[in-house]
């Protein structure tokens, strides 16, 4: 990956949910031990079996988190745009990566070093509820995602990856506009683009969603959360 230094990378922290409630001694030590990357189409952010040494946030881009097994088998867990934060879980437990993290389009990221993530924890109160709030927030998703791989229609499954791209004590989106492709929204859904596609085109016909060329917009959130 490529080092960046420009504004964009603090601007980022500043304000990012958590970002806002520190101090301005938080924020400085924050902002000097920060780092800026850039990761292309098909790089790795992260790989499994190193070790981890900083918390990742996505300034912008898309990137996916995968397993590898011993028979090359890769079975997706996750993925996440701009605003999103991942690896708190592998900092907490001071363990290598368990999963391969990949940018689906350039990506620029924002590092956290471990050191910095573990003073902030030690005493931000803010911070810690933004971390609780986030991984509260991860396994809700686990659990909406194993039960709509029983129960839930392809639309439902696509809603609910919308939905959770805004929840508001993670993300800090003013606008109603996401940009994310098909194949994006597929991964996140853990369906094909083509069944990705029928389902966007359904909600659209519903009135919740408009397609925009590059992403989605929302027009009703709570008509989305009932698709759910």
Request: glycine fraction near 10%; charged fraction near 25%; proline fraction near 2%.
């Amino acid at each position: 990956m490529k080092a960046i230094t420009d504004r964009s990378v603090l601007n980022f922290v500043e304000k990012s949910p958590w970002g806002r409630h520190l101090s301005v001694v938080e924020l400085s030590k924050v902002l000097a031990s920060v780092r800026g990357l850039v990761a292309e189409k098909g790089e790795h952010i992260v790989r499994a079996g190193t070790e981890a040494q900083c918390w990742v946030g996505l300034i912008d881009g898309f990137a996916v988190q995968s397993m590898k097994s011993a028979d090359g088998q890769v079975t997706f867990l996750s993925g996440g745009g701009e605003g999103s934060w991942f690896g708190e879980g592998t900092l907490l437990k001071g363990d290598v990566w368990r999963y391969d993290a990949i940018a689906l389009r350039r990506t620029k990221v924002a590092l956290i070093p471990i050191e910095t993530f573990r003073w902030l924890r030690s005493g931000n109160l803010a911070f810690n509820h933004f971390l609780q709030d986030l991984m509260n927030e991860r396994l809700r998703n686990f659990i909406t995602m194993a039960f709509s791989d029983r129960t839930g229609t392809v639309e439902e499954r696509v809603a609910e990856s919308i939905l959770r791209l805004f929840d508001p004590r993670v993300f800090d989106r003013p606008s109603p506009f996401l940009r994310l492709s098909q194949t994006e929204l597929g991964m996140l859904a853990g369906v094909s683009r083509q069944r990705a596609n029928k389902a966007l085109t359904r909600l659209q016909e519903r009135g919740l969603i408009r397609r925009e060329r590059n992403g989605i917009e929302i027009l009703d959130m709570e008509g989305l959360r009932g698709g759910a």
